[in-house]
């Protein structure tokens, strides 16, 4: 929990030279804070990680229809550089899937407790 808090704590920071910063923060911060009540057994609504998911896996719907074919997701480890606006909206796509996928893994994880625990 606390090395997937790191991960995405260092993707939202990362996202400050982003041209369109806020959302990217955002989400990646979302997904670290939640890392870290979880990892701290704090108590979550675990509705979070629903909803965080939901949020990340529409988004990342949204820019796969819209752009990236298949070959830009098989460029997109060639270099740390942009090399082309597809390869970078395949990486996004990819960074929120692995965001949803992290929430559900989460989710499933804590389905012995109520969804709101005190």
């Known amino acids: 929990d ?3 808090a790191t991960l995405f704590a260092f993707a939202a ?3 400050f ?3 369109d910063p806020s959302r990217w923060i955002a989400i990646y911060a979302a997904a670290s804070m939640l890392s870290v009540l979880v990892a701290f057994k704090r108590p979550v609504w675990r509705l979070f990680f629903v909803a965080v998911a939901v949020i990340a896996l529409g988004w990342a719907a949204l820019i796969a229809l819209a752009g990236p074919g298949a ?3 098989s460029h997109m480890f060639e270099a740390w550089e942009m090399k082309s ?3 970078e909206e395949a990486r996004e796509a990819s960074g929120l899937l692995i965001v ?3 929430m559900i893994v989460l989710f499933v994880r804590g389905r012995r407790t109520p969804l709101v625990q005190a």
């Open 17 to 19: 030279n982003d041209p």
């Open 71 to 73: 070959s830009e997701y």
């Open 100 to 102: 949803a996928a992290w």
């Open 2 to 4: 606390l090395t997937m």
């Open 85 to 87: 606006p597809e390869v």
């Open 13 to 15: 920071i990362l996202q």
